[in-house]
T-cell receptor
Framework: NAGVMQNPRHLVRRRGQEARLRCSPVKGHSHVYWYRQLPEEGLKFMVYLQKENIIDESGMPKERFSAEFPKEGPSILRIQQVVRGDSAAYFCASSSDSLAQYFGPGTRLLVL | EDQVTQSPEALRLQEGESSSLNCSYT??????LFWYRQDPGKGPEFLFT???AGEEKEKERLKATLTKKESFLHITAPKPEDSATYLC???????????FGSGTKLNVKP
């Protein structure tokens, strides 16, 4: 009965490198959400995807950030040319009905 | 603009001292209001979903209630293991986007 899985749990990148964050939703869930959280702050919505489709990406910066949820395999959040301000915890959540979400343990990204 | 405000930001209780956390929201319609618990270094853990005013849900020492403008998370006789940050989120009627509050950090002292 696996929950949402995210990897890596911790990721260190130098400025200008690419970061790829992976999320495997709960088996049978077709809705995936990505959030960003800074220390002592709430979760900020980034993007909502269903299989092979981006439904709402209004919270994701237009440049350097992209997300996908292919027919097979995990959802990927990609950050190109990372900057120090991208350092944060990134959480993925999945749901079966676009209502109650179940979160993964997060990926802590540190940009040096 | 859709908005979610949680209060207080932080709450310190003695073990057994009951209290309530507040989540006020302004959204264009409401499809659902959600409560989560988040422990340090972990992802949020789903607690409750409320859909309409007057609805109540209970789980162990926690009880969530909903009105047209706010939700309360009541904690009865809390224990130290209830210490965590409690997050509230709303899903507006016409959107697919969840709005989260900044959370209430609860610390229960033995």
């Amino acid at each position: 009965n696996a929950g949402v899985m995210q990897n890596p749990r911790h990721l260190v990148r130098r400025r200008g490198q690419e970061a790829r964050l992976r999320c495997s939703p709960v088996k049978g869930h077709s809705h995936v959400y990505w959030y960003r959280q800074l220390p002592e702050e709430g979760l900020k919505f980034m993007v909502y995807l269903q299989k092979e489709n981006i439904i709402d990406e209004s919270g994701m910066p237009k440049e350097r950030f992209s997300a996908e949820f292919p027919k097979e395999g995990p959802s990927i959040l990609r950050i190109q040319q990372v900057v120090r301000g991208d350092s944060a915890a990134y959480f993925c959540a999945s749901s079966s009905d676009s209502l109650a979400q179940y979160f993964g343990p997060g990926t802590r990204l540190l940009v040096l | 603009e859709d908005q979610v405000t949680q209060s207080p930001e932080a709450l310190r209780l003695q073990e057994g001292e009951s209290s309530s956390l507040n989540c006020s929201y302004t959204v264009s319609g409401l499809r659902g209001l959600f409560w989560y618990r988040q422990d340090p270094g972990k992802g949020p853990e789903f607690l409750f979903t409320l859909y309409s005013a007057g609805e109540e849900k209970e789980k162990e020492r926690l009880k969530a209630t909903l009105t047209k403008k706010e939700s309360f998370l009541h904690i009865t006789a809390p224990k130290p293991e209830d210490s965590a940050t409690y997050l509230c989120a709303v899903l507006p009627g016409n959107f697919n986007k969840f709005y989260f509050g900044s959370g209430t950090k609860l610390n229960v002292k033995p």
